[in-house]
């Protein structure tokens, strides 16, 4: 039978460690393979966000990852592919305190290969520049043009005025790599801003912690105030993660989700990362939410067809109608969250008809 540890409880199961060096010691070890690609994803991940909270580790907490490291160069000749992972587990691995000197080397070499030129992705590009820079590396090719267009794709609120995971994503990416993770202003033109907003405005009414803690932190990182409405909502879920120590059910679980939430509140001024885990394989799950009502709120313009307007005012009297009291109660939320929920209605609402000749 699993345990199960509530992650705000006070009393340490026997045998556990607390904070960071539990978590570093559960993902490098415990969850997969190192030969799982997704290890690599997981690790990058974990690293990252301790790395750009300003977590202290002891040399001691990243002992599970020596053996990885004093190997890493072989690993990125023979793996070029994963350069992007395996670049950002170094220089976070490095500047946790792992004591070493590996990736200045490593980024001049990612360069000198020219691998970021094979990158069909802005966002990927930008990602690879970001990770060189963290060690003075400047590419050969520089793309001058590569900012201006990832303000041209931020800066387009109506794409994130729609759902759209995969561009909101990119959206928050973008903001991380282009303010060096909280490290310098990104320079965001006014409409980037409220294409977050847009893109907060769908999360919270699909109720997605994962995506909204994400658009929270991006939007603190560009130097703004997210809805007190969605940070509660997020810190407040942060709460609500379980562990169990059952090997094998890591591959499906909520880590990521658990991950994101901590790092939105770390950079709200919360806490997160603190509680204790046991030792071995550890899996993290949130509990069950309720399920938040942008499905419904579709549906029901959708089938309005000509009838629908891109006016809230007139909508909202016939969106309502079609929610239950917990739908309508988190579509209250929403509209009180954002000073730009109108505006973002309008262009959720497609009303515009296209005029088809006969």
């Known amino acids: 039978m699993s345990n199960v540890i509530q992650l705000n409880a006070r009393r340490a199961p026997a045998g556990s460690l607390a904070g960071p060096a539990a978590l570093v010691a559960g993902f490098a070890g415990h969850r997969r393979s190192g030969d799982d690609v997704f290890w690599l994803k997981e690790n990058a991940e974990l690293l990252n966000i301790l790395e750009c909270t300003g977590q202290v580790l002891d040399p001691a907490a990243l002992a599970p990852h020596l053996a990885f490291y004093q190997e890493i160069e072989e690993r990125l000749e023979f793996f070029p592919q994963y350069y992007r992972f395996l670049l950002s587990l170094?220089?976070?691995?490095?500047?946790?305190g792992i004591g070493g000197s590996k990736a200045e080397a490593m980024a001049g070499w990612v360069a000198a290969q020219g691998l970021p030129e094979a990158e069909l992705s802005d966002l990927q590009r930008a990602e690879a520049r970001r990770l060189l820079a963290r060690r003075g590396v400047v590419l050969r090719s520089e793309d001058e043009a590569l900012t201006e267009r990832l303000h041209q794709f931020i800066?387009?609120?109506?794409?994130?005025a729609l759902p759209n995971k995969k561009a909101a994503y990119e959206l928050t990416h973008i903001v991380f790599y282009l303010s060096e993770y909280g490290r310098k202003d990104p320079e965001l033109p006014p409409q980037a801003l409220i294409s977050l907003e847009y893109a907060g405005i769908l999360a919270y009414l699909e109720q997605n912690?994962?995506?909204?803690?994400?658009?929270?932190?991006?939007?603190?990182?560009?130097?703004?105030?997210?809805?007190?409405?969605?940070?509660?909502?997020?810190l407040d879920t942060a709460g609500t993660f379980t562990v169990l120590d059952d090997p094998g059910r890591a591959a499906q679980d909520d880590y990521h989700e658990y991950l994101v939430c901590g790092w939105a509140a770390r950079v709200a001024g919360a806490q997160a990362f603190e509680e204790p885990l046991p030792p071995g394989s550890v899996a993290f799950?949130?509990?069950?939410?309720?399920?938040?009502?942008l499905r419904a709120i579709s549906e029901c313009i959708f089938h309005m067809g000509a009838g629908r307007s891109d006016d809230w005012g007139v909508m909202a009297p016939r969106v309502r109608a079609a929610l239950g009291q917990t739908g309508h109660g988190i579509l209250t939320e929403a509209v009180a969250s954002s000073t730009h929920f109108d505006s973002f209605f309008a262009g959720f609402a497609r009303a515009a008809r296209m005029q088809v000749a006969v």
Do not use: H, K, Q
């Open 155 to 160: 800066s387009r609120s109506a794409t994130f």
């Open 90 to 96: 170094c220089l976070d691995l490095e500047d946790l």
């Open 285 to 293: 799950y949130r509990e069950a939410a309720l399920a938040g009502p």
């Open 209 to 234: 912690a994962d995506l909204l803690a994400e658009i929270c932190v991006a939007m603190r990182y560009a130097g703004a105030t997210p809805s007190s409405i969605w940070e509660n909502w997020v």
